[in-house]
């Protein structure tokens, strides 16, 4: 009997090992183990104080974003270079290829390569974190507490970000990225980077008020080799320029009412390619 | 009931539709940017919601014209950094609009460049542009 009920103790274990499962843990039981996120100190939030000043809104440069589909497209190989011609085409034609209109986020790289709505950054111990306007659920963590990548990162749409600071400058490390996240150059032109993309990073002010990006991209099935591009934010100050907030998914919506005389969201058609559609 | 049922419809032929779901963000090669058509009327409504803020009018090319008509711009916070509020255009203005149109020239509609609210001669303009660092 007890040989039993050790060998089921010993199963209970091993599928609590396995799974988890509160089920099966005696009531009462705390689950122990891993690390632990310290408490910041006054020291902490007094370190913060010695970074550069990041404060502010940021506003993408869009005539560099519009500028560098042509001066420096992305070092697309051969299975991907006709389906990029193929969507320049459709553009021409009036006939965008949609790969961001569903309001699923634009995700790593495409946020720092096409997204034109403003953003900020946010400093607080042990992490740098990116939120932005509009183009919905835009929002980067960047652990800059020591913490190497997980052995297997869950696939997110904007990575598992690290970063250490070199003087003013931020050095991020990004992998665990969805393969379904866009390599976007525009919003009608980009190929999902189909897994196992890194993207290394060195964000800094140039000129006090100017933040530049330089970003280097390894997509291994996507592009023949890394590619480097920097990208630019300008910063405003101005309290009305506050970033707002933007639910993306709000556009599909029209203000309605139910049978009850409550006011409700009201799901209203749009065109194929995204946009209202107007009267005929 | 009628809201209710009509949101029922709309949410069942788009997805018996199959294929490419419609959605509300989008790139704008759809209007031909190459032109600009000058619309008057007066404002019956402005959505202002992300990504895209809609105004819609009754009016059309000529005066005296009166039919719905649309124009999409940018996302509300992009208008504030050129100079627009939430109601900076408002129901019973009488407005005139440049925009974009369609590439399919029967729709009322396009893409809106500048609408100038006749009353006061205040217009706004509504491309996004690169601009100076503010506010030092």
């Known amino acids: 009997m007890k040989y039993v009920l050790g060998a089921v103790s010993a199963l209970m274990v091993a599928y609590l090992a396995a799974t988890g499962s509160p089920a099966q843990v005696p009531k009462g039981t705390i689950i122990k183990g891993g690390v632990m996120n310290p408490a910041p100190t006054a020291k902490d939030y007094a370190d913060l104080g010695k970074l550069p000043d990041w404060s502010g809104v940021w506003d993408p440069k869009t005539s560099d974003q519009n500028a560098q589909i042509r001066t420096n497209p992305p070092p697309w190989n051969a299975k991907v270079q006709p389906q990029v011609q193929k969507m320049f085409a459709e553009f021409r034609a009036g006939k965008p290829r949609p790969i961001v209109v569903n309001c699923l986020p634009h995700g790593m790289p495409s946020w720092m390569l096409i997204t034109h709505n403003p953003m900020e950054i946010l400093f607080t111990p042990g992490r740098v974190t990116m939120l932005g306007d509009g183009d919905g659920n835009r929002l980067r963590r960047i652990y800059t507490d020591g913490r190497p990548h997980p052995e297997e990162p869950d696939p997110t749409f904007h990575g598992h970000s690290i970063g250490h600071w070199e003087g003013d400058t931020l050095v991020v490390d990004t992998v665990g990225i969805l393969p379904q996240s866009f390599i976007a150059i525009s919003e009608a032109v980009g190929v999902p980077n189909n897994g196992d993309m890194h993207i290394a990073e060195r964000i800094h002010v140039v000129d006090k008020d100017y933040l530049h990006d330089d970003m280097v991209i390894t997509a291994p099935h996507v592009l023949t080799k890394p590619w480097s591009t920097t990208r630019q934010w300008v910063r405003q100050r101005a309290r009305r320029l506050d970033i707002v907030e933007g639910v993306c998914l709000q556009g599909s919506f029209v203000e309605g009412k139910d049978e009850d005389g409550n006011a409700i969201f009201v799901p209203e058609e749009r065109s194929p390619y995204g946009n209202f559609i107007p009267p005929k | ?136």
Do not use: C
């Open chain 2, 1 to 136: 009931m009628k809201q209710y049922l009509k949101a029922i419809g709309i949410v069942a032929s788009a997805l018996a539709g199959g294929g490419q779901a419609a959605w509300a963000h989008h790139s704008t090669s759809m209007f031909d940017h190459a032109k600009t058509v000058t619309v008057h009327g007066i404002v019956t409504e402005v959505r202002w919601v992300n990504p895209h803020v809609t105004l819609w009018i009754k009016g059309g090319l000529k005066e005296g014209d009166d039919a719905v008509w649309g124009f999409e711009t940018t996302s509300p916070g992009n208008l504030v950094r050129r100079g627009w509020s939430r109601t900076s255009i408002k129901p019973g203005d009488k407005v005139t609009i440049e925009m974009s149109p369609m590439r399919d020239s029967d729709s009322r509609g396009g893409a809106l460049k500048k609408v100038t609210i006749d009353a006061t001669g205040v217009s706004f303009q509504s491309n996004i542009r690169d601009e100076a660092p503010g506010g030092q």
